[in-house]
């Protein structure tokens, strides 16, 4: 139907179709698609027992993992108190798991059409937040033979003007390594020499076995900037509950305006479930 100016819409009652935002339509997880399909049972002669999932990380799924009772009664201190039923704070940057914590690390560093350098194999999310926000994924290679140590070289080969930050997962998802400290220190080194700052995600802190002993990025270094993920998820079995955080770590005051930046992201949402925020000290 013509209009005044000579421009023309539907006629009323015809809707075309509306089209999801570009960020939207760059957004694809793998895992969370493969997780939304149905699981059927091997029907093949070679076996008839059901497949076990192995799609995503969460110690609860067939129930001989259970969240200690000390953890359980401090969040229901926390409702019982009738004192967290607000909003919670949001200036404090605690987000709705680690997950969200990537999110915000990664959109606070990076710009669309920068780039991110990220571990390959490596944990699937961190290139769909990157493809979705239109910055581009260098993946650096972890080495097989070297305990699934990064091939330092080619990380560095990767760098340029516009590469924004280096994401670090350690222990690894999904090659289970625990890095040791000269090879912190060498990825430190990478960091310092081209001046990007780093993401450590340590969602798996001191879960190692065997003897190893973990140790956080951060306490190797007091001139590369760093913002460590975390959260409840996995040393305390309850990925359900949502809690997450970033750790500043910054002696040199290189994130002077990140800080800012991560504050104003955190801004957005209020933050997750304020009761169980509140039961973290003695959850801890």
């Given at each position: 139907?013509?209009?005044?100016?000579?421009?023309?819409?539907?006629?009323?009652?015809?809707?075309?179709?509306?089209?999801?935002?570009?960020?939207?339509?760059?957004?694809?997880?793998?895992?969370?698609?493969?997780?939304?399909?149905?699981?059927?049972?091997?029907?093949?002669?070679?076996?008839?027992?059901?497949?076990?999932?192995?799609?995503?990380?969460?110690?609860?799924?067939?129930?001989?993992?259970?969240?200690?009772?000390?953890?359980?009664?401090?969040?229901?201190?926390?409702?019982?108190?009738?004192?967290?039923?607000?909003?919670?704070?949001?200036?404090?940057?605690?987000?709705?798991?680690?997950?969200?914590?990537?999110?915000?690390?990664?959109?606070?560093?990076?710009?669309?059409?920068?780039?991110?350098?990220?571990?390959?194999?490596?944990?699937?999310?961190?290139?769909?937040?990157?493809?979705?926000?239109?910055?581009?994924a260098r993946l650096y290679n972890l080495v097989a033979e070297r305990n699934w140590e990064a091939d330092i070289e080619h990380m560095e080969s990767l760098i340029d003007d516009n590469t924004a930050a280096i994401l670090i997962n350690n222990p690894s998802n999904p090659c289970g390594s625990n890095f040791s400290k000269s090879h912190l220190r060498a990825i430190l080194a990478v960091c310092e020499r081209h001046h990007i700052p780093l993401i450590s995600d340590e969602i798996y802190a001191d879960m190692v076995f065997g003897g190893q002993v973990f140790t956080?990025?951060?306490?190797?270094?007091?001139?590369?900037?760093?913002?460590?993920?975390?959260?409840?998820?996995?040393?305390?079995?309850?990925?359900?509950?949502?809690?997450?955080?970033?750790?500043?770590?910054?002696?040199?005051?290189?994130?002077?305006?990140?800080?800012?930046?991560?504050?104003?992201?955190?801004?957005?949402?209020?933050?997750?479930?304020?009761?169980?925020?509140?039961?973290?000290?003695?959850?801890?």
């Amino acid at each position: 139907m013509p209009t005044a100016n000579g421009t023309s819409h539907a006629a009323p009652g015809a809707w075309a179709a509306i089209q999801p935002s570009d960020v939207a339509r760059r957004t694809f997880n793998p895992i969370r698609d493969v997780l939304g399909r149905p699981v059927e049972p091997l029907s093949t002669p070679r076996s008839s027992k059901d497949p076990i999932s192995l799609s995503i990380g969460d110690p609860t799924v067939f129930g001989n993992f259970k969240a200690h009772p000390a953890v359980v009664e401090a969040v229901q201190e926390a409702v019982r108190s009738y004192s967290f039923n607000g909003y919670p704070p949001s200036d404090v940057i605690m987000t709705s798991g680690c997950s969200g914590a990537v999110e915000m690390a990664i959109g606070v560093l990076c710009s669309a059409g920068q780039n991110i350098l990220l571990p390959r194999p490596g944990f699937c999310l961190y290139n769909t937040i990157a493809a979705s926000r239109s910055i581009e994924a260098r993946l650096y290679n972890l080495v097989a033979e070297r305990n699934w140590e990064a091939d330092i070289e080619h990380m560095e080969s990767l760098i340029d003007d516009n590469t924004a930050a280096i994401l670090i997962n350690n222990p690894s998802n999904p090659c289970g390594s625990n890095f040791s400290k000269s090879h912190l220190r060498a990825i430190l080194a990478v960091c310092e020499r081209h001046h990007i700052p780093l993401i450590s995600d340590e969602i798996y802190a001191d879960m190692v076995f065997g003897g190893q002993v973990f140790t956080p990025t951060a306490t190797l270094t007091t001139t590369v900037p760093i913002l460590t993920v975390g959260g409840l998820a996995k040393q305390w079995l309850i990925p359900g509950w949502r809690i997450g955080w970033i750790l500043i770590h910054d002696r040199g005051d290189a994130f002077a305006q990140v800080r800012g930046g991560l504050f104003a992201l955190s801004t957005l949402i209020n933050g997750p479930c304020a009761p169980i925020q509140a039961a973290i000290p003695k959850i801890f």
